[in-house]
């Protein structure tokens, strides 16, 4: 296929984001939020990397399909994204609604899409482009859009390579020289499998491949680019309701498809400890998520606050972010989220702070959300609005590795203080 001289294959995709993730792997910072709403680097929503590389990419017609806790979702996008600061186009949110044969409920990715194939078919484009919710990556989505065009693909699948210890955590591609997807398999874990998937040298040095935990593999990524009609003819004729289960697999028995190779960093938020982990490697900008790239940068809603204050404070290896108010000792390896309220001789390490949506309690002005004084956090999340009061010790002493109360839970060995909790004076963990 040939572009014509004014074509921009931008113009011809539609980016549909999935962010309908219940998280329950991720509970309880989504008891009262979906994942892709949950807080990320102290001022961010794990829904502003999709929809900032979509813009990034110079791709400005974009659907939210949202399922749990949508209202706060939209909301925030709504407000984060008015899309005439971003060379025009529309950002539409589409979620389960009441309808003549009673109210629909998504059960899949890919019954979401079907759900939603009304808004989906008028559409005068030629390719749709499948974005998740509750990703992490500076992406140049046009390059993989521009591969799919220039191959005639009707099936273009991102993928990354991963090593041993990784690989059944996703589903896997065999692909020939040539890119072409040969076969495909969703998080294999018996080892006759994997040895099948095994990526041979000759392709590694290709495409100047290396993981850290040979042999490798390719992963899929779960984005991917389908031809307008591929997408719409596969979900009227299978009924599966996944993509990765059932349509990829169904898919690439009917038609040519292509692996898209990225190189560059990518996580998928599944657990506590994995989002513990991707937000603490900002504080060092060591093979994290890049928010100081200027040519792919992740926007944020703008909270109208003022600079961070400090008060003799030793700041090491830390986002401080807009309107804290800080009097610790101490803060090491941490991300400290807006309206933060730290006070006199606390010291906290390795802990994640969300911040606050308001500094006092709009229920009750006088209380405000505060770490109080004297306080030692370590390894810890704290969620929004919470109180903790003075000469108090989050840190994990006994090693616990699970724990559950009703407003403290640990995964992983991380402590998380759930939203809206109140710690008093004293308390030891």
């Known amino acids: 296929m040939k572009k014509k001289p004014d074509y921009k294959i931008t113009s011809q995709v539609a980016c549909i984001i999935l962010a309908g993730g219940k998280g329950t792997r991720l509970s309880p910072l989504t008891l009262e939020r979906c994942k892709p709403a949950v807080n990320f680097g102290g001022r961010y929503r794990l829904i502003d990397v999709p929809i900032s590389n979509s813009l990034n990419s110079r791709m400005n017609h974009i659907f939210v399909i949202s399922q749990y806790f949508s209202s706060s979702l939209n909301e925030h996008i709504k407000n984060t994204f008015p899309l005439d600061h971003f060379q025009g186009g529309s950002l539409n949110l589409l979620c389960p609604e009441e ?25 005068p484009i030629e390719y749709f482009l499948i974005l998740s919710g509750d990703q992490l990556y500076n992406m140049d989505l046009e390059l993989m859009v521009q591969q799919a065009f220039e191959a005639d693909a009707d099936l273009t699948i991102a993928s990354l390579p991963v090593g041993q210890n990784e690989a059944s955590r996703y589903g896997l591609l065999n692909v020939n020289s040539k890119g072409s997807i040969t076969d495909f398999v969703e998080k294999p874990s018996d080892t006759n499998t994997l040895k099948n998937f095994e990526v041979p040298e000759t392709f590694l040095e290709q495409y100047d491949l290396r993981t850290s935990n040979p042999p490798s593999y390719l992963a899929s990524m779960g984005i991917y680019v389908f031809k307008k009609r591929t997408l719409i003819d596969l979900l009227k004729t299978n009924p599966g309701n996944d993509f990765g289960k059932d349509l990829i697999p169904y898919q690439l028995k009917r038609g040519k498809s292509l692996a898209f190779i990225y190189q560059g960093y990518w996580e998928d938020i599944g657990t506590i400890k994995s989002y513990y982990e991707a937000n603490l490697s900002l504080t060092t900008n060591d093979l994290g998520l890049d928010l100081y790239n200027e040519v792919l940068p992740i926007y944020a809603h703008n909270h109208y606050l003022p600079g961070a204050r400090l008060t003799d404070t030793q700041i090491i290896n830390t986002i401080i972010c807009d309107g804290t108010i800080i009097d610790a000792k101490e803060i090491r390896n941490s991300i400290i989220g ?18 606050n949506t308001s500094y006092n309690s709009t229920l009750d002005p006088t209380i405000e959300y505060t770490i109080g004084e004297n306080c030692q956090i370590h390894k810890a999340i704290i969620d929004q609005n919470v109180i903790i009061g003075d000469n108090v010790k989050l840190v994990n002493r006994d090693n616990l590795e699970t724990y559950d109360s009703k407003e403290i839970t640990i995964r992983n060995g991380i402590i998380v203080i759930k939203k809206g909790s109140k710690i008093p004076n004293g308390f030891v963990l």
Request: proline letters at 2%; glycine letters at 6%; charged letters at 35%.
């Open 99 to 123: 309808r003549p044969d009673g109210k629909i409920w998504y059960e899949g990715t890919a019954d979401a899409v079907r759900k939603n194939l009304e808004a989906f078919e008028k559409l």
């Open 338 to 355: 807006v309206r933060s309220i730290i006070k006199r001789n606390t010291t906290i390490s390795d802990s994640l702070l969300l911040g």
